[in-house]
């Protein structure tokens, strides 16, 4: 049985190389994003180097939540690694501790990892998505009224009327539009205004848009300060429809979730975004077990470049499965629990199966 002196010092070095691993990752996260940023949108009327620096830090920890499983295999493939070439796996073996009893403590290294990443870092993801959104709108808006690029788009129907509502952002879970256009269409189906607001905010039973521009068949567009449209959308149908689950932290998913469906919406996409989550500690956990299929050997000479290739080969073949059958979840081919659930699980069979082989006969 291995001992705490032992295990806490395969936990300290796993634990200290994940941090140096998470936070350079994320310094190179954070200098790529502000180079991307500059780069697309320094024609801007609106841009300044204030901006896209801003814009990069709110940027920054959503897409390092998704590095985060790479952070947790990269991370257990070099404390293997370094513990083999001090030989001190070596004289753990002989000492009969098995790899069972060393390789616990990293696994509750990877699992606390994930525990802290899910409960601090993916709502300041969450927040920083938002606000990124509403900040690039509100710079890209500045372009053009008709810039269209990132837009999502619902339908809502008020008498034989219907109107067609796309937005850059949503905010405040459906309740305020971020550079909203809303095409309004009549009983014929021909559109017969447009208009293009700063904001759109749900109220009870309407919609009241605020700064718009409203254009009519060939006519110059009128400038107005506001206006309001009638509708019956709720902010969970508009949330549920334009908002992406990203923005949403793991903390209000549940009631999200909950509230949709009394709407009667499926909410596919934020239920498997909420298992995706619950699910990533043990994700890290398989990819502890992954990197220890190819970095527990003992080489004279260092592991080889094709071993440790492999290992990360394996790893991103599991992540892209696992964002696959997330896809399949969102789009409602499979239950959300069953997509965030499986690869997972599978991962950690292959994992645990290779090791009862090589070290259990």
Do not use: C
Request: charged content about 15%; cysteine-free; hydrophobic content about 50%.
């Amino acid at each position: 049985m291995i001992g705490l002196t032992l295990g806490g010092y395969f936990f300290r070095r796993y634990a200290s190389i994940a941090a140096w691993n998470f936070f350079g990752i994320g310094l190179l996260i954070f200098i790529v994003t502000f180079a991307e940023v500059s780069s697309r949108s320094a024609g801007l009327p609106g841009y300044t180097a204030q901006w896209a620096f801003s814009l990069a830090a709110l940027q920054t920890p959503i897409i390092l939540l998704q590095a985060v499983p790479f952070i947790g295999l990269i991370a257990a493939m070099a404390t293997l690694i370094s513990l083999n070439r001090k030989y001190e796996l070596v004289v753990a073996r002989a000492a009969g501790v098995s790899a069972w009893q060393f390789l616990t403590p990293i696994a509750f290294g990877s699992f606390l990892f994930g525990v802290l990443a899910v409960a601090a870092l993916n709502p300041l993801a969450a927040n920083g998505f938002a606000q990124a959104q509403s900040v690039e709108a509100e710079v890209r808006g500045a372009k053009s009224s008709t810039n269209s690029e990132a837009e999502q788009w619902i339908k809502q129907r008020s008498g034989d009327e219907e109107t067609i509502i796309g937005s850059s952002a949503v905010l405040n879970g459906g309740q305020v539009l971020v550079r909203p256009t809303f095409f309004r269409i009549d009983a014929e189906g021909r559109i017969f205004e447009r208009l293009d607001a700063e904001r759109a905010f749900l109220r009870d039973g309407y919609w009241d848009l605020q700064a718009v521009a409203r254009r009519r068949g060939t006519a110059a567009a009128e400038k107005i300060e506001s206006i309001q449209i009638e509708t019956n959308l709720q902010p969970e149908f508009v949330g549920e429809q334009l908002a992406r689950p990203e923005a949403t932290s793991i903390y209000a998913l549940p009631g999200k979730i909950e509230v949709a469906r009394s709407f009667g919406l499926k909410a596919n996409a934020f239920a498997t975004h909420f298992h995706s989550l619950v699910v990533l500690p043990l994700l890290l956990v398989a990819m502890t077990l992954i990197a220890a299929t190819v970095s527990m050997r003992f080489t004279r000479m260092g592991q080889s470049a094709t071993v440790i290739l492999g290992g990360i080969l394996a790893g991103f073949l599991l992540y892209v499965v696992s964002v696959l059958v997330k896809a399949f979840g969102s789009a409602g081919v499979v239950p959300p629990v069953v997509a965030a659930w499986t690869p997972v699980v599978v991962a950690m069979f292959y994992g645990v199966t290779f090791l009862l082989y090589k070290e259990d006969g």
